[in-house]
């Protein structure tokens, strides 16, 4: 993998870095994000195994459209972060057809023992109504 993919050292550059990997379309460059995370599905299920994850993450990837993010608020208590984020994925997919794609998203991130961020929660819908907990 690149030198260009050097995991974030502070909680405000995992967006920038999310971007960056999704933009490059490499699944593996987005996995490095995720280490003993929860990725939180459109219908509100938690997906915990690291395959899984990489097939949610490759779904999206393989639409082939730029990911856009703006943080709106990173909150930090120690070695915990969250942060809100709005995103869009817009353009022509593969099939010809206009995607768009859009959410706020209320993300964990947690400083691993080597001092680098990484996604502890990836709820990349917030606070959208889905199934009950």
Known sequence: MSDS????????DVIPSLIERFNSGKV??????YE???LIADD???VTDR??????LERDLSLGLPL???ARHVFVADDIAQIVVDW?????GPDGKHVRVEGTASDVARRGADGLWRYLIDNRLGT????PA
């Open 88 to 92: 869009s994925i817009d353009g022509t």
């Open 28 to 33: 593996d460059a987005m996995m490095t994000l």
């Open 128 to 131: 959208a109504v889905r199934k």
């Open 51 to 56: 395959a899984e994850i990489a097939a949610a």
């Open 44 to 46: 509100g299920g938690t």
């Open 36 to 38: 003993g995370a929860v």
């Open 68 to 70: 856009e993010a703006n």
């Open 5 to 12: 993919y050097a995991l974030p050292n502070k909680p405000e």
